[in-house]
């Protein structure tokens, strides 16, 4: 089993981290929004909405609507665990998809996240990765900074994102709902 790098944490606790298991944690972000677009194509479908209005389907006006959530969930799991495992970047999938699309991504995604391993992340916990979020902003980061931070707040911020978008619609889901792929 691959050793984890020592790090602090709140209250002085020193607790061993292991970066594969993010793929673990990933993979069920997945398997949740997936079962929450489900469950929002079944509420829509009898609501006699089409699969393209609820794709479009926004929080607030100003937000990025279900479609964006969706492509960020597919593209943040893959590119972070490649760039951190240190292995070429799957290309981002774009915006403009429709249902059965987002689907298959979603298989995609999660049969990528299959394949890895633990030794491609053994010993890459200070591997410097620097990457450009914005023009004028591009930290360089240990690798297991940006996964345990930056991507994985991104990851549950956009599924927390998917999961009130559909609750705003009044899609019948609950907390239970994010935990499809268990615990």
């Given at each position: 089993m691959a050793?984890?790098?020592?790090?602090?944490i709140?209250?002085?606790?020193?607790?061993?981290v292991?970066?594969?298991?993010?793929?673990g944690?990933?993979?069920?972000?997945?398997v949740?929004?997936?079962h929450?677009?489900?469950?929002g194509?079944?509420y829509a479908?009898?609501?006699g909405?089409s699969?393209?209005?609820?794709?479009?389907?926004?929080?607030?006006?100003?937000?990025?609507?279900?479609?964006?959530?969706?492509?960020?969930l597919?593209?943040?799991?893959q590119q972070?665990?490649?760039r951190?495992a240190?292995?070429?970047?799957?290309?981002?999938?774009?915006l403009?998809?429709?249902?059965?699309?987002?689907?298959?991504?979603?298989?995609?995604a999660?049969?990528?996240?299959?394949?890895l391993?633990?030794?491609?992340f053994?010993?890459r916990?200070?591997v410097?990765?620097?990457?450009k979020?914005?023009d004028?902003?591009?930290?360089t980061?240990?690798?297991?900074r940006?996964?345990?931070g930056?991507?994985?707040?991104?990851?549950?911020?956009?599924?927390s994102?998917?999961?009130?978008?559909?609750?705003?619609?009044g899609?019948?889901?609950?907390?239970?709902?994010?935990?499809a792929?268990g615990?």
């Amino acid at each position: 089993m691959a050793e984890g790098r020592l790090f602090t944490i709140a209250g002085g606790q020193i607790v061993p981290v292991i970066l594969y298991t993010f793929v673990g944690l990933y993979d069920r972000a997945l398997v949740a929004a997936s079962h929450l677009l489900d469950k929002g194509v079944d509420y829509a479908s009898a609501q006699g909405i089409s699969e393209s209005e609820m794709l479009n389907w926004r929080l607030i006006d100003d937000m990025q609507p279900l479609s964006f959530q969706l492509m960020v969930l597919v593209n943040f799991s893959q590119q972070w665990t490649a760039r951190v495992a240190g292995l070429p970047v799957p290309e981002w999938i774009r915006l403009e998809q429709d249902l059965p699309t987002f689907r298959q991504k979603i298989a995609e995604a999660r049969d990528y996240l299959a394949a890895l391993t633990p030794e491609q992340f053994e010993g890459r916990d200070d591997v410097p990765i620097s990457y450009k979020i914005t023009d004028g902003l591009e930290p360089t980061l240990p690798a297991g900074r940006w996964l345990s931070g930056f991507a994985t707040t991104n990851l549950y911020f956009h599924l927390s994102t998917l999961y009130g978008i559909l609750r705003a619609h009044g899609v019948p889901i609950g907390k239970a709902d994010l935990f499809a792929a268990g615990f």
